[in-house]
């Protein structure tokens, strides 16, 4: 079964860091881009970042540029995203999904087949 999950969500203050973690399993991870979604309360889900594990491509939402960082481990099928320099606006469930080979509309929801079932994330301000 391919599976994906996150893990490292937290209450942290503004200006703070977190990493989470996006563990796979059931499937061949290099195969494979993984993205990272998130969403407020009454509001829509937005994509934040990904990486296509078969060629390295990276894109970042504009709103988090300079401050998350996605990074992939293939050894351990995981991949991360390391965030700095949190606001309060960051608030929000993130959800890690896998979609299976190479595509350019890394923001689209409908390209991922596998997905997470959140992690919290708050920042107080």
């Known amino acids: 079964e391919k599976q994906v999950a996150e893990l490292g969500g937290d209450l942290v203050q503004a200006g703070g860091s977190l990493r989470l973690s996006c563990s796979t399993s059931g499937f061949t991870f290099d195969d494979y881009t993984i993205g990272w979604f998130r969403q407020a309360p009454g509001k829509e889900r937005e994509a934040v970042s990904s990486i296509c594990n078969r060629d390295g491509r990276r894109w970042s939402a504009d709103s988090v540029k300079g401050r998350f960082t996605i990074s992939s481990n293939s050894a351990a099928k995981t991949v991360y995203l390391q965030m700095n320099n949190l606001k309060p606006e960051d608030t929000a469930v993130y959800y890690c999904?896998?979609?299976?080979?190479?595509?350019?509309?890394?923001?689209?929801?409908?390209?991922?087949?596998?997905w997470g079932r959140g992690t919290q994330v708050t920042v107080s301000s």
């Open positions: 999904a896998a979609g299976w080979g190479v595509f350019y509309e890394f923001a689209s929801p409908d390209n991922y087949d596998h």
